[in-house]
């Protein structure tokens, strides 16, 4: 699981050591993300399966891509699909995607790249592996997270960020235990390069075998903690979580989670993939890949699809083989 990383995480700022008053946040659920298939077939968890969309909120769906390992031909993504309404962020961890879309954003994310897509207003958007993928095959891990947007900002005008993994401001904890990679918002006043409509915070932490974290939390935001890879616990009672499952979190200052001291051969140590954002509190009514707050919003979005404008497809459009379709 390679990300971003760096040689010697003790050259990188350090958290500070929490205040004696910091309450750490209650773990209130912990969920299972069922399997399933998103696209043309390729393999997905859905993370958020199961928990209550106000817990959630200001996110709307999040699905772990892989991790997969793919013979020559295997590789699958996504056909044209429309968007309204949202943002996609989209976390490459291992492997490499390819992205275009009708507003003429699009590029190529690879090792600890996140595509960030405000469909705001609309687009047509594809997502496939490039060709060299498909024809060698080989491994594919990443995320793609839906966050809402409010009222105000559905209608803006689409846009796209390209944000490299080596954008991302990286720390680690006092004893050097754990990377932290902050992609959006700000930990401990080191700020990611993801500009959002809502404040968010999302970081992406890799926990060695043994350590533990007190990671500071922005007390008006939620707190999602879903474990992309290997064995530990969150809270101050421990609970235990592994691959695939979701901690959500209650009030407080601060996060805690450790490592287990031993970990399956293949993932080395806990990686985990951590949410928050301030609560949007507005009505949603969303189907398939729009997201709005109204039954009559999204009438008028499929009608805008099927009338065209939402855009068109662009001419050198990357390749499409045809599948399954978007996600429903």
């Not at 969920?31 to 928990?51: D, H, K, L, N, Q």
């Not at 559905?154 to 080596?166: A, F, L, S, T």
Request: no cysteine; glycine share 14%; proline share 9%.
């Amino acid at each position: 699981m390679p990300a971003i990383t760096v040689d010697n995480v003790l050259v990188l700022p350090r958290l500070p050591k929490l205040d004696e008053s910091a309450k750490i946040r209650p773990v209130r659920t912990v969920t299972t993300a069922p399997s399933g298939f998103e696209g043309e077939g390729f393999p997905v968890r859905r993370a958020f399966a199961g928990v209550p969309t106000t817990d959630l909120d200001p996110f709307i769906h999040l699905d772990q891509m892989g991790e997969v390992d793919y013979a020559p031909g295997e590789p699958k993504g996504t056909p044209w699909h429309p968007h309204r309404g949202f943002e996609t962020v989209t976390y490459i961890i291992d492997g490499v995607f390819d992205h275009q879309d009708s507003n003429g954003g699009g590029g190529t994310i690879t090792d600890g790249d996140t595509q960030w897509m405000t469909a705001g207003s609309g687009l047509l958007h594809i997502e496939a592996p490039p060709e060299h993928l498909v024809t060698s095959g080989g491994l594919f891990h990443g995320t793609q997270l839906w966050v809402n947007l409010p009222r105000s900002a559905k209608m803006n005008p689409p846009r796209y960020q390209d944000i490299r993994g080596r954008e991302s401001a990286l720390l680690t904890t006092p004893d050097g235990g754990a990377l932290i990679r902050v992609i959006a918002g700000e930990v401990a006043g080191h700020r990611g390069p993801g500009s959002t409509f809502t404040p968010i915070t999302i970081t992406h932490v890799t926990v060695q075998p043994g350590a533990q974290v007190d990671l500071p939390w922005q007390p008006e935001f939620n707190a999602l903690v879903y474990v992309l890879g290997g064995r530990g616990t969150v809270g101050t009672d421990r609970r235990p979580v592994r691959t695939g499952q979701l901690a959500v979190h209650g009030a407080g200052d601060a996060l805690r989670f450790g490592a287990d001291t031993t970990q399956d051969s293949n993932t080395p140590a806990l990686d985990l993939y951590i949410m928050g954002g301030q609560p949007i509190r507005e009505p949603v009514a969303q189907y398939g890949p729009f997201v709005m707050n109204t039954r009559d919003e999204l009438i008028q979005a499929f009608e805008d699809f099927q009338a065209g404008r939402l855009g068109v497809i662009p001419t050198g459009r990357l390749p499409h083989t045809g599948g399954q379709g978007a996600r429903p």
